[in-house]
């Protein structure tokens, strides 16, 4: 544990001094790293025909497609770009061998039929219940992954304790994070009309280990009748896709100039 606590606190001094005023200035996002959330034996989950693995990886390719349109010298990769199971640390591990300024983990949600809206994550502490339930929710994918507990530190993704400690690790790109979060909502809700729930902590896996801003984002939630028939809907993934293209392009802008 305290060998942990002083890794800890190195990744996060070192982390905190590339954002020295200096380094400010110096920033670019030229690469990015696009997370469809779930896959393989992990579908995600379901509506009544909607998967979150298909929606999500529809989505990541449609905005992969108009970010390389629109940016062409900006570097985008994948982290699936098919049905695929991949494991939650190696798609941080994905962002991070390929020094990627930005990571942005879509998904979509689940909970009472009644349930609707967008919200974007940020690595943190709960502030809600709600919050809480949905990384526990993301975070037990990792029960479909061998050696888990070796992968992830003893994590237990049923414990709610577990999940503060990993909260600590994204402080250091916490501004970036929830910079890029609230323009991924303000687009979502002003330009493609989706009623937004706001940007959110909690305690996600796929975020703890990534050396950059990263934001998880739920689209909506399959279990609402309403917003399956809107998120299964090419037309509309496409409509996600430049909202989310657009936050990202208004990001860059921001933090480079």
Known sequence: ????????????????????PLGVHSYKVRTIVLDAGHGGKDPGCHGTTGIESKVTLAVALQLGRIIKENMPTMKVYYTRMSDNFIELHDRASIANRNNADLFVSIHCNAGPSSAFGTETYVMGLHASEDNLEVAKRENEVVLNETDYQKNYDGFDPRSPQA???????????IENSIRIASK?????????????????????LVLWKTAMPSVLIEL???????????????????YLASAIYRAIKEYKSEIEN
């Open 1 to 20: 544990m305290k060998k942990n606590l002083y890794v800890l606190f190195s990744v996060l001094i070192l982390s905190l001094a590339s954002f020295s």
């Open 163 to 173: 999940h503060i400690l990993f909260s600590l690790y994204q402080n250091a790109y």
């Open 184 to 204: 991924i909502e303000n687009q979502f809700s002003k330009r493609v009309g989706r009623s937004s729930r706001g940007v959110k902590q909690a305690g996600f």
């Open 220 to 238: 909506g939630y399959l279990t609402n009748e309403a917003e399956e028939r809107y998120l299964t809907n090419k037309n509309n993934q496409i």
